[in-house]
C-alpha cells in the first residue's frame, strides 16, 4: 500500500508532516507529500491515522 496527498485539498498545516515525518514532508510549495515507497505494515498503521486526522480529508492510502 502507499500514501497520496491530494494537493488540490491539502492546506499545508503540517500536521501529517510533524506526526509522521517518516512518511510526510513539505515540499516547497507549502503542501505535503506522502514518501512513493510502498509502506511497511507499521507505516500502514501510521498512514491511516493521517488519513483520520487530516482535517481536509487530503491523504488517502490504497
Ligand atoms: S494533515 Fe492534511 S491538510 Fe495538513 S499538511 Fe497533511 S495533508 Fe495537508
Sequence with gaps: MKAFVD???C?????C???YPEI???EDDGL???IEAELS???????QE???SCPTE???VK
Excluded at 11 to 15: D, M, N, Q, V, Y
Design 7 to 9: 494537493k488540490e485539498a
Design 11 to 15: 492546506i499545508g498545516c503540517e500536521l
Design 17 to 19: 508532516t510533524t506526526d
Design 24 to 26: 510526510f514532508s513539505m
Design 32 to 34: 505535503a507529500v506522502a
Design 41 to 47: 505494515e507499521d507505516q500502514v498503521s501510521d498512514a
Design 50 to 52: 493521517a488519513v483520520d
Design 58 to 60: 487530503a491523504i488517502s
